[in-house]
């Protein structure tokens, strides 16, 4: 089966430009997750869909970031305006459910704020 | 509060020599562990999660609630084994540790 698709897959802009990044799940996985990897850090969960709500975006800085996942399918993430510390991997993953299934990663798009 | 910890960054061992990657939880209600891992140019991936109790790639897992660890073992490590390594807790929220990189010398 094909796998998670994230796009692009890098980014460069300069601070306070607008970026969106999108992301296609697995067919059929109702959950879809969005994290930020900062260099030499674990992954942070941004936020959670389940089908197209909102499960849990506490760690979603909101001022900035929006996600949306319309027909509960794919997913976009935007940030806008962008700061330096917002570089990072933000990866996108999916899950046939919640607890303690299996999350599938896509590839990843790497942002680079100048 | 929910945290993950990982003492090491960087763990090296010969191949054939046993490995140990510790992770330690804070969590006030029933954890659920896993181990993710990152082999190079590749995507992020299960490893095992601590409900299967199995073993997969020779590696496995325990829950130590007194404790409070799910440390990562395997008997004798492979260079194939070379990865980066992270423990997570799906309490609240999924939460990953800061990721130990295994590095399998020849």
């Known amino acids: 089966e094909a796998g998670v698709a994230q796009s692009p897959r890098y980014k460069i802009i300069e601070k306070r430009q607008s970026v969106a990044f999108w992301c296609n799940p697995i067919?059929?996985?109702?959950?879809l997750y969005w994290y930020q990897q900062i260099l030499g850090q674990g992954p942070k969960l941004l936020i959670q869909?389940?089908?197209?709500?909102?499960?849990?975006d506490s760690q979603l800085p909101k001022d900035r970031f929006s996600a949306e996942r319309l027909k509960g399918v794919d997913s976009t993430l935007k940030i806008q305006p962008a700061k330096l510390e917002d570089s990072a991997v933000y990866l996108c993953a999916s899950s046939l459910g919640g607890k303690n299934y299996e999350q599938y990663f896509g590839p990843g798009t790497r942002l680079t704020v100048t | 509060a929910q945290r993950v910890t990982q003492p090491e960054k960087l763990l090296s061992v010969f191949k054939g020599a046993p490995v140990e990657l510790k992770c330690n939880y804070s969590?006030?209600?029933?954890?659920?562990l896993f181990w993710y891992v990152q082999y190079s140019r590749q995507r992020l991936q299960l490893l095992l999660r601590?409900?299967s109790r199995e073993s997969i790639k020779g590696f496995t897992a325990d829950l130590n609630k007194g404790e409070t660890s799910f440390h990562l073992k395997k008997p004798f490590a492979q260079e194939e084994d070379s990865a980066m390594y992270y423990c997570?807790?799906?309490?609240?929220?999924?939460?990953f540790g800061p990721g130990t990189r295994l590095s399998v010398l020849p």
């Open positions: 969590y006030s209600g029933s954890p659920e």
């Open positions: 997570v807790l799906d309490g609240q929220n999924f939460v």
């Open positions: 067919s059929g996985h109702a959950t």
């Open positions: 601590h409900i």
């Open positions: 869909f389940q089908n197209n709500g909102v499960v849990d």
